[in-house]
């Protein structure tokens, strides 16, 4: 039997107030189980950004549950917002995210100095981003900083970093936006390599080919979800049917 890993319900998010007031999302619910591998779509102005924060925890609901791991994250603090993102979500971002002054075993490694739960000396976090590295194939990479490596290995490091406190989710926001074709084919490769480990991902993109990755299509409009479907249903035509793909 498969376990909900999150689970959202009637969620809303109002930015501002009164007659300048936006709905963003409308009243979402929707659930992911564990190991599952989520894709969300739509078009510029969906709401999908809106979504991943809160999934994130890297925003609150106006209104709405949301619960993560089994714990209803809806109301919490920011200071405990912030313990629950480095507990269990790993986060890959467009842009990579990395820091320029430090080698990629060190980027790798700053997660885990931010770890409220399990305390690792330097040697123990050093050695866990060197297996992070290797396993997504940069085993001889881990002293070379960002400005030595190429957009792709930029990425392959983020996806390291993500993983590097064993998180029970990781969100990919356009993880191929800023890569060429044939890196953004490996980026995918690994990911999907990661989603048959056990891996659970949930992903925001606007490209087709990309999504066609996941298991599962959630397609957004106007802060409403539209449709929710297996990948064995043809998210190209649903993609068309929406008029959906602009960023």
Known sequence: MQEHLIEITDLTKV???????VRALKGVSAAVERGEFVAIMGPSGSGKSTLMNILGCLDRPTDGTYVLDGEDV???????????????IGFVFQSYNL??????????????LYNGVERLSDAESYERAIKALESVGLGERTHHRPNELSGGQQQRVAIARALANNPSIILADE???????????????LLRQLHEQ?????????????????????????????SDKSQASGIAHLHNGFNGGAQ
Not at 74 to 88: C, D, G, I, P
Not at 99 to 112: G, I, T
Request: hydrophobic content about 40%.
């Open 198 to 226: 056990g891996v659970t991902l949930v992903m925001v993109t606007h490209e087709l080919d990309i999504a066609e990755h996941a298991q599962r299509v959630i397609y957004l409009v106007d802060g409403e979800i539209v």
């Open 175 to 189: 993880p191929t936006g800023n890569l060429d074709t044939k890196s953004g084919e490996e980026i995918m490769a």
């Open 15 to 21: 930015y501002g107030s009164g007659d300048i007031s």
């Open 99 to 112: 820091l320029p002054r430090l080698s990629a075993a060190k980027n790798v490694m700053l997660p885990m």
């Open 74 to 88: 809806s109301r919490l603090s920011k200071n405990e917002l912030a313990h629950v993102r480095n507990r269990k």
